[in-house]
């Protein structure tokens, strides 16, 4: 069973979001909350699979309660999900970039919403190879790199090799038949990776690829 948690200051989306996924019988809606502080508060209540969160919320915004999410060690478990009203913007970025594992469209179709968040439960990102082409060239060729590691402590070649190619949008199948290895073996590097960077998912190995130099903006 998947459990969700519901955040949005407006009560008409959540409720409509709830009774689409109320119909589902893997999916559990167990809270709705209206402002950012109660969100966090409910979290740490109910310990959700996933978060669907306003980014624009009244007394904390979506931003900080993802933050907040991620710093906490309890919370390891869930994943969060931003929603917003006008799709890729710099409010989308800083929140995959403090954790979040991706973003939809509040006009989003029902099908679309029952899959995103399944594959949100399973830990993959929610970040389209289009979608990651216009993240990355429109919010980090101004941001200051950081560095990739190299050596015992940072990632391996097989493993920033892995990492540029999550960050391209290829499947964990589709990787380990560019890297003639077996899916599990490809699964392997992929988990690696994501437990040397602090990484809770794919959405952040993504941002790290590009923000690091090791995937250029606009390359193959």
């Given at each position: 069973?998947?459990?969700?948690?519901?955040?949005?200051?407006q009560?008409?989306?959540?409720?409509?979001?709830?009774?689409?996924?109320?119909?589902?019988?893997?999916?559990?809606?167990?809270?709705?909350?209206?402002?950012?502080l109660?969100?966090?508060?409910?979290?740490?209540?109910h310990?959700?699979?996933?978060?669907?969160?306003d980014?624009q919320?009244?007394?904390?915004?979506?931003?900080?309660?993802t933050?907040?999410?991620?710093?906490?060690?309890?919370?390891?478990?869930?994943?969060v999900?931003?929603?917003?009203?006008?799709g890729?913007?710099e409010?989308?970025?800083?929140?995959?970039?403090?954790g979040?594992a991706?973003?939809?469209v509040?006009?989003?179709?029902?099908?679309?919403?029952?899959?995103?968040?399944?594959?949100?439960?399973?830990?993959d990102?929610?970040?389209?190879?289009?979608?990651?082409?216009?993240?990355?060239?429109?919010?980090t060729?101004?941001?200051?790199?950081?560095?990739v590691?190299?050596?015992?402590?940072?990632?391996?070649?097989?493993?920033?090799?892995?990492?540029?190619?999550?960050?391209r949008?290829?499947s964990?199948?589709?990787i380990?038949?560019r890297?003639?290895?077996?899916?599990?073996?490809?699964?392997?590097?992929?988990?690696?990776?994501?437990?040397?960077?602090?990484?809770?998912?794919?959405?952040?190995?993504?941002?790290?690829?590009y923000e690091?130099?090791?995937?250029?903006?606009?390359?193959?």
């Amino acid at each position: 069973m998947i459990r969700v948690l519901l955040v949005d200051d407006q009560p008409l989306l959540r409720s409509g979001f709830r009774a689409l996924l109320d119909m589902e019988d893997d999916i559990e809606v167990v809270g709705e909350a209206a402002d950012g502080l109660a969100a966090l508060a409910l979290t740490r209540r109910h310990r959700p699979d996933i978060v669907l969160l306003d980014i624009q919320m009244p007394v904390m915004d979506g931003i900080e309660v993802t933050r907040r999410i991620v710093a906490d060690p309890t919370l390891t478990v869930v994943h969060v999900v931003v929603l917003t009203n006008y799709g890729l913007d710099e409010y989308v970025f800083d929140a995959l970039r403090a954790g979040a594992a991706g973003f939809l469209v509040k006009d989003i179709v029902p099908e679309d919403l029952l899959h995103a968040v399944r594959v949100a439960a399973r830990g993959d990102a929610l970040l389209a190879p289009s979608i990651t082409r216009r993240l990355i060239d429109r919010f980090t060729s101004a941001r200051p790199r950081v560095d990739v590691g190299v050596g015992p402590a940072g990632l391996t070649a097989r493993e920033r090799e892995t990492v540029a190619l999550v960050a391209r949008g290829l499947s964990t199948t589709e990787i380990a038949d560019r890297l003639v290895i077996s899916p599990s073996t490809a699964k392997t590097h992929i988990n690696r990776a994501m437990a040397k960077l602090h990484a809770r998912d794919r959405a952040q190995l993504v941002i790290f690829a590009y923000e690091s130099g090791l995937v250029a903006p606009g390359g193959g």
